[in-house]
């Protein structure tokens, strides 16, 4: 037997390729989208791929999706450290934006270790606003039930999503 697959991978940098503001993956245009909301980008391009956009890609595959959208609050991009530093990169939250209205669900999957980070609060404080009205908003979950997880913890190498709502997630992550 002979399986063929095609995958589009789309990704949209600034001009100078220090932003990556989303990377788009598509294996099934048949199945729902999932937008996936992380901190801040890797070097994962088009062609190879970061463990966290792994990992997506296969939890979304098991959870029947068929497309992803990684966004992240922060979309300057590091060399395998998270940059959080001060910006006003409207054209990340305009990215944010569109990728939430059009997305059948939304992932945030930030992580929980940057709360006292008061560059990051200021930044998740204005995606918490584009969330406001998201129906379908979920988190990665262990299968205890702890909430919040980024896709490179260990302990949740296998998703379960929980729906959450917009303001239970600003309250918890606060």
């Known amino acids: 037997m002979i399986q063929k697959n095609s995958i589009k991978v789309e990704v949209q940098y600034d001009d100078t390729n220090s932003k990556r503001y989303y990377l788009s993956v598509e294996w099934n245009k048949e199945k729902a989208c999932a937008l996936v909301i992380m901190l801040s980008p890797s070097r994962t391009n088009g062609i190879s791929f970061d463990r966290s956009t792994n990992y997506c890609i296969e939890n979304l595959v098991r959870l029947g999706y068929g497309k992803m959208v990684v966004v992240n609050m922060f979309a300057n991009i590091g060399d395998g450290k998270s ?5 006003d990169d409207e054209q990340n939250l305009k990215t944010i934006k569109k990728f939430i209205s059009s997305a059948d669900d939304v992932i945030y999957a930030v992580g929980t270790g940057r709360e006292n980070n008061k560059v ?5 404080a204005q995606v918490m606003e584009l969330l406001a009205n998201t129906e379908n908003l979920f988190c990665i979950s ?3 039930g702890k909430k919040f997880y980024h896709p490179l913890f260990p302990k949740v190498y296998e998703w379960s999503l929980v729906k ?7 309250e918890k992550t606060q």
């Open 120 to 124: 990051f609060r200021r930044r998740k």
């Open 142 to 144: 262990d299968d205890e």
């Open 83 to 87: 940059v959080i530093e001060p910006c």
């Open 164 to 170: 959450v709502s917009p303001d239970i997630l600003q």
